[in-house]
């Protein structure tokens, strides 16, 4: 077999590591520069690779074709392809077409992150014998190259970009969190065809399959009547209504007659949180972990790296990393949860946001961060007191600092893109954490 592997980042080195492993004849071609520790992988296992350009006519030759999730379908070199009738798949239906263990995929336009790391701690530490990654982490196709025995149970971030490219993957068990506009840049501004995007995590499951979804999502609860999933539907909400089988009372989360737990006594707080732990409750009790183990479990689950992530209390303020709200929905939850004076830094490249949603009463001052400023100033001027501009990030540490008082908070919560002045999301949040540690020695 011949695969041929479009994209030299973490799931296309995934997939060609998997391809070696079942004993296909991989070469893989990135267009751009291929980062160093993906080109060392690349040439530690003798897999053979091009980088700055595409030699098409392997492409033409090739069995399977797998992109990555980054390559858009309006890339030169994917047009080519489908014009000529290749089938492209996704890294995520490479995997899936050689895994053996049973498969929960969770997507969203917030708190999927969250949500899956949670699903796997429970799973762990009630003793399953499960791996983690997808979108996060390790990817898929990596996962199954790397392990020297299949684990039972997959835990799979996946996005949107992924689930495109997707053939015959079927999880077990789907958790589709929420759908707020996002990437809409790469879905021609129709939120339909983004919403369509998500649905597709279930549109191969059976009956026997379980889909994990929002009652509260007005757009999920606005299209899920087109896409009609197969399989059992698992609700959750706020409240309790008709579809939701766990839903708060009072600061107690409730599934059914037996189940309660504290929230108050979780380490993830917030309305947003609250739903990332309804849906990981309703995915663990599915898979078999009882009552008490998910109850045991909850408590110890800490914040995720670059998600409302304290960093550290600096004469009396309070820094957090909150580098993973790249869109106004996840911002309008991190500015909400806020409890004292706010000096918020935010900025990036914008994806067609509409800031008029956010509540900005705690917010006493606005750090613009990076050079697209226009619609932050035009949105916020006159409505936040004091707005400061900041080149990069030691800027904006210094001007948050001077900015902030005893008591008051520095939220890192852009909602925007990275993609302006940052490599991705997670240097983002680095740069911000190191920067927040240089104030301790000064």
Not at 87 to 108: D, L, N, Q, W
Not at 140 to 159: C, G, K, M, N, W
Not at 333 to 344: F, I, Q
Request: net charge negative; proline share 4%.
């Amino acid at each position: 077999m011949k695969i041929v592997i479009l994209g030299a980042g973490e799931s296309g080195i995934g997939a060609a590591l998997l391809a070696k492993k079942i004993g296909a004849e991989v070469w893989i071609s990135d267009g751009g520069t291929i980062k160093e520790k993906y080109k060392t992988t690349l040439v530690e296992h003798q897999l053979p690779f091009e980088e700055g350009k595409h030699s098409i006519e392997k492409f033409f030759d090739a069995d399977v074709i797998v992109k990555s999730p980054g390559i858009p379908p309006t890339a030169e070199v994917v047009q080519t392809l489908r014009e000529a009738g290749k089938s492209i798949i996704s890294e995520i239906e490479f995997a899936y077409r050689h895994a053996k263990g049973s498969i929960i995929a969770i997507t969203g336009s917030n708190g999927k992150t969250t949500t899956t790391a949670l699903i796997y701690h429970l799973l762990n530490e009630a003793g399953k014998n499960v791996a983690v990654g997808g979108n996060i982490g390790k990817s898929f196709a990596r996962i199954l190259a790397e392990e020297t025995q299949p684990s039972d149970l997959y835990v799979l971030e996946v996005s949107s970009f992924q689930l495109d490219d997707i053939q015959d993957f079927k999880p077990d068990v789907a958790v589709l969190v929420n759908i707020t506009a996002d990437h809409l840049d790469r879905y021609q501004w129709d939120m339909a065809k983004y919403a369509a995007a998500k649905f597709r995590i279930a549109m191969n499951q059976a009956p026997s399959d379980a889909f994990v979804y929002c009652v509260d999502d007005p757009v999920t609860m606005g299209e899920i009547w087109k896409h009609e999933p197969k399989a059992e539907r698992l609700g959750f909400s706020l409240e309790q209504k008709p579809g939701s089988l766990i839903w708060m009372e009072k600061q107690e989360i409730v599934a059914g007659y037996k189940f309660r737990v504290d929230y108050q006594g979780m380490q993830l707080k917030g309305k947003h949180n609250a739903f990332n732990v309804m849906a990981a409750i309703l995915v663990a009790k599915r898979l078999g972990v009882t009552d008490e183990a998910v109850k045991a479990a909850l408590p110890s689950f800490g914040a995720i790296e670059h998600r409302m992530e304290p960093v550290a209390t600096i004469d009396g303020v309070l820094y957090i990393n909150d580098s993973k709200a790249t869109n106004v929905d996840s911002t309008f939850y991190a500015l909400k949860s806020m409890e004292t004076p706010t000096v918020w830094i935010a900025g990036g490249l914008d994806k067609g946001n509409e800031y008029g949603i956010l509540d900005i009463s705690k917010v006493k001052a606005l750090v613009i961060l990076g050079p697209n400023k226009d619609k932050l100033l035009e949105a916020f001027s006159g409505k936040i007191e004091t707005i400061g501009l900041a080149e990069d990030m030691p800027a904006a540490i210094k001007l948050s600092q001077q900015l902030a008082e005893p008591g008051d908070t520095v939220l890192l919560a852009p909602a925007c893109s990275s993609f302006d002045i940052f490599e991705n999301f997670e240097a983002r949040g680095r740069i911000f954490k190191e920067e927040v540690e240089k104030l301790k020695s000064k």
